[in-house]
C-alpha cells in the first residue's frame, strides 16, 4: 500500500517540519515551561512576526533579516507584556488563572482581529530565491524553504540552550521557575529575570515568525492551529527542558508528516491535538520534564 | 417564590414579543443574543463558580449542532428531541474532558478544552454523512407550533432555554453543589482537606455546562438551514462566552445574563451596522478591559457604586 | 437582584420593540428598485470577485443611464463575505429583512452560494446564480438561474479526459478540496472517468485550508498516473503549482490541470507566470474566442478596473457579471413587474441576449447550451501582464467549435514548449 520509499521521505520531511515547529515552540517553552506564565498569545505574537516580515520584506529585504531585524523590537514587547502582566495578575490576588488566562486569550483575539482589520484575510506570502526550488538527491526532493527553517531552528535551539546553561543570566532563568527565594538569596532580582525570560521568549517568536512566512502562506487565523502545535511540543517536551523541546519537535514533525501520507492531509489537524491530549492523560509531566 | 414568577412573566414576554407584528430580523439577531445567554450562563457554572477556564466552547455546541443534524437525518426527529439529544451527548462530552483532565492544573484543563475542539472538528470534517468539511444543506420541516415564521419560533424556544439555564444556575449556586465549587475555586487543597468530594462535583458541573452548551447548539442547524465545520467549531464562541460571563460578573448567576445581553446586543449591532470582524474586537478588548480593570465585572462595580454612595 | 434582573428584561424589551420596523413599506412610485448581493472582495476568492463587482456595477450605471428599470431607479448594495460560506446566511437575512431587497444575486462561486440555497427556496426569492458548480443539486429551487457557462461535470472533464486519452493515457489521479465545489466536481469527473475506462490510481481528498501540497505531490508522483485531474479554489492552485514546481509531478503525466478556479484570475496569472505552461485547465472566455461587443465592454471595463487597482484584464468573469445584469433588466422589462415569481417563470422559458451571448436555461437552472474550454497555457513569461491580451498563451484546445490548437504532451515537454 504504502511504500517504504514514500514512507521514508515522509520522514525526512517530518524531520523537517519538526525541527520547525520545535523553533516556533521555543519561546512558549521558555514563557509557559520555565515561568509558568499561561501564555497562549504565543501564538498570536507568532503570525504578528510573520506579518511584520512581510511588511519589512517589501523593502527588498531578504525575510530572514527582516526576522532578524524584528527581534529587538519583539523583545521589547515582550517586556512590556510581562510587566504588565506582572504588575496585574502576579502581584495581587488569588485569582490569577481564570484572570491571566483570560487576559492572555484576550490579547491573541485582539491581536488576530487587529490584523484582519488592517491586512484582510487573504493569505501572504514572502518571496526569496531560496522559495519555490528543492534539493535534489536521488529520487528525494527537499524544499530549499524547508532546509532554511530547519537550519534556523537547529541554530536557536543552540543558542539558547548554551544560553541557558552557560550565562549566569540564563542559569538564573532557569532556577527562577525551580525556587525563586533561592534565587534572591543569589543576589538576582527574580522579576527582573522573569522580564529578559519572557522578553527573550518574545524575540524568538520574531524569527520563528520569519520561519513561518518563509515555509508557506500565512494568514491571521493561523495562530488558532499552533495553539495545537506549540503547546503539544511544550507539554511533550515536559515542562523547563529546551533540548526536549527539539525532540518533542521532531516526535510532532514525523507524526504529522506520515499521518498526512497515509491518512491523508484532512487528518493532520488532529495529530498535535491529539498527542497533546494523549500527554496530558498518561503523563503530563512530558518526556523530560521535572 | 418570587424567582418563579419573574420567570415565568419572561417567557411570557418573549411569546408575545414572537407573535408581534415586527421585523423579522429581530428574531433572527434574538436568537443569537439568547443563545450567548445560555452559553455564558452554561460557561459560568464551571469557570465562574469554580475557576476552571473552559476554552473549548465550541466542541460542545458542535455536538449538539451536530447531534441534532443526526437525529434529524436519520429519524426526522422534531426540534425537541433534537435539542434533548444534543444536550445529553454535550453532557457526556463533558463528562469525559472531565474525566481526563481535571485532575490536571488550570491551565492544562484549558489547553486540553481547545485540544478536544480540533479533534472532534477533524472528525466531523471527515464523516460525509453529517456533510464533512464541505458542510450540510437542510431543509426545515413545515411545523411551525403556530408562530408566523421559523425563525420566530426558534426564537421562542431559545428564550425558554434561556430561562431554564439561568435557574439551573441558580439553584447550583445557592445549593451544595455551588459552596462546593466556591471552596474548589478559592483554594482546592484546603476543599480537599476539609472533605469536599473536589473531583465529584467538578465532573458534575463540567457535565451540567456541556450539556446547556450542547442544548444551545442544538437549534443551530434548523436556524441556519445549513451546517459546516468551520463556523460551528469556530474559536470565536469561546471568547465571547468566557467574556461575557467576566465583563458582567462571574459570581452571582445574573452576571452572564447582563454580560450576555450587553454584549451580544453590541455585538450583532456592530455585525448589523459595521463589520463582522469588529465583533471579536470588542469582547476582545472589553474582556481585557475589564479582567485588568475591574475583576469582578460590572456586577463588582455596581457593589463598588453602592457602597461608596452610602 | 431580582429588581436588577427586572429593569434588564424590561429595558431589554423596550428596546427590542423600540427598534422595530414596521412589517411593510408603502412604495412610492418613484422609490428605487434594490438589487442586491455578497461578494466574495477578500479572502481566496477575492481576487475574482473584485473583477466580477466590477461587471455589475458597470450594468447599474448603463441602467440607470437609460431611466433605470420600469422608470424607477437601480440600488445596489452589495456586502463583502469574505469568501466565507459561514458568513453568507447572516448576510442575506440581512439584505432580505433589513434592506429590504427586491431582486437577489448569489455571491461568486459554489462555496459561498451553497449556505443560502435552503434559505432563498423557504422564502420564495429569485436567485441569480454567479459562476457556481451544481450548487442548486440538493435543494432544487425552482427560482435559481446561473450565469455560469458549465451545465455540469461533463463539460469539464470530458474534454480534459478526451485530451489525456488522445496522448495515450489510461491511469488518472484525481485530488480535490473537501468543499462543496471541488467536490461536485471531482466527483463528477471521477463518475466519467470510470464509465470510459479510465484506471484512478490516486483519488484523495485535502482539507479545503491546506497551504502546504507536499506530501500529496509526492503521493500523486508516487502513484505514476498519466493524468492528473485537481478541483480547488485559487489558495490552493497558486501552492498546489508552486509544489509542482517543487517537487516535480513525474515524467510520465500526459496532462495536468482540469477543474483549478483561481488561474483564469489575472492577478494569479501574473505570479505565478512560467510556473502555469502546459497546465490544462477551463476558462469561460480567453482572447481569441468570438463574442458580439465584448470587446467594446473590455474596453470600458479596464478604464473602471484601472483606476480601482484591480485586475485590468477581467477577461473570466466580469463579462458573465455584467450578463446577470442584462438578463434581469431584460426580464423585468418583459414582464414589467419585480414580482420574483413572475420573473422566475420568464427566465425558465426565454433566450436572453448577452454581451456573452444567447443564454437560456435548463429544467435545473443551469446552462442549457453549455460554452466552457478548455485551455493550455502555453510560453507564459514571468510577471509580464501584456501577454495576456493576446491569442496563443491559453490556446483553446476543446471543444473543437473553438478550438486554437491541439494539446501538447507530455506535461514536461508543454511546460517548456513554445
Known sequence: ?290 | MKYSIYAFLTILAFLGLSLMNVNEYIFFAGFVILQFVVLATAWNILGGYAGYVNFGVPAFIAVGAYSAVVLFKSISAPLVVQIIGGGILAGLLGLMVGLLTLKLRGIFFSIATVAVVFILETVVMNWRYVGGATGLQLTRPPDLWGFDTYTRMLFFVMAVLAVCSVSIARYIQDSFLGRGLRAVRDSEEAAECSGVPTLKIKLIACTISGALMGVAGAPMPMYLSYIEPTATFNLNYSISALGMPIIGGTSHWIGPVIGALLLATIQQIVTVTVSNELNVLVVGVLLVLFVVLAPDGILGLIKKWKQSSK | MDNMRRKVIGTGTAALVAASVPGSLVFAQGAPIKIGMSMPQTGGLGAGGQAALIGIRMWVDDVNAKGGLLGRKVEFIVYDDQSNGANTPGIYTKLLDVDKVDILIAPYATNPTAPIMPLVKERGKLLMGNFSFQVNSKVQHDMWFNNAPWNDARGWSEGFLEAGKNAGAKSLAVFAADAEFQQNLANGAREIAKNSGWNIVYNQNYPGNNTDFSSIIRSVRAARPEAVFVACYPNEAVAIMRSVNEIGIGSQVQIFGGGMVGLQFTPIMQSLGSLLNGVVNFNSYVPGMKFPGIEDFFKRYSERAIAAKVDPLGYYLPPFNYAIGQMIEQAVNATKTIDNKKLAEHMRKTEFNTIVGPISFDKNGERAKPRLVQTQFRNVKDNDLEQFKSPGKQVVVWPAVDKQGDVITPFDRARKAT
Open chain 1, 1 to 290: 500500500m504504502i511504500s517504504i520509499d514514500l514512507l521514508f521521505e515522509a520522514v525526512l520531511f517530518g524531520i523537517l517540519l519538526g525541527c520547525f515547529y520545535a523553533a516556533v515552540s521555543l519561546g512558549l517553552s521558555v514563557a509557559f515551561g520555565l515561568l509558568d506564565v499561561p501564555y497562549v498569545a504565543h501564538p498570536a505574537l507568532l503570525i504578528l512576526g510573520s506579518y511584520f516580515t512581510f511588511l519589512l520584506s517589501k523593502t527588498g529585504l531578504d525575510p530572514i533579516i527582516c526576522g532578524l531585524l524584528l527581534m529587538p523590537v519583539f523583545y521589547l514587547i515582550g517586556i512590556a507584556l510581562y510587566r504588565f502582566y506582572y504588575e496585574t495578575f502576579e502581584r495581587r490576588s488569588s485569582d490569577t488563572g481564570v484572570r491571566g488566562l483570560a487576559f492572555f486569550f484576550g490579547i491573541a483575539f485582539i491581536i488576530e482581529v487587529c490584523l484582519i482589520l488592517v491586512f484582510g484575510v487573504d493569505q501572504r506570502t514572502v518571496s526569496a530565491t531560496y522559495i519555490g526550488s528543492s534539493l535534489e538527491i536521488g529520487e528525494y526532493r527537499f524544499p530549499y524553504r524547508m532546509l532554511v527553517a530547519f537550519g534556523i531552528a537547529i541554530f536557536l535551539t543552540t543558542l539558547l540552550t548554551l544560553y541557558f546553561s552557560k550565562t549566569f543570566n540564563g542559569r538564573a532563568i532557569k532556577a527562577v521557575g525551580q525556587d525563586e527565594g533561592a534565587l534572591r538569596l543569589m543576589g538576582a532580582n527574580p522579576v527582573k529575570i522573569k522580564q529578559l525570560a519572557f522578553g527573550i521568549a518574545t524575540a524568538v517568536n520574531a524569527l520563528a515568525g520569519a520561519m513561518l512566512i518563509i515555509v508557506g502562506p500565512v494568514e491571521p487565523a493561523m495562530d488558532r492551529i499552533y495553539i495545537g502545535r506549540t503547546f503539544c511540543v511544550v507539554v511533550l517536551a515536559g515542562l523547563g527542558s529546551m533540548s526536549g523541546t527539539l525532540v518533542a519537535g521532531l516526535i510532532l514533525g514525523i507524526a504529522e508528516s506520515v499521518v498526512m501520507m497515509t491518512l491523508g492531509a484532512s487528518w493532520a489537524p488532529a495529530v498535535s491535538f491529539g498527542l497533546l491530549l494523549l500527554m496530558l492523560g498518561i503523563r503530563p509531566q512530558g518526556l523530560f520534564g521535572r
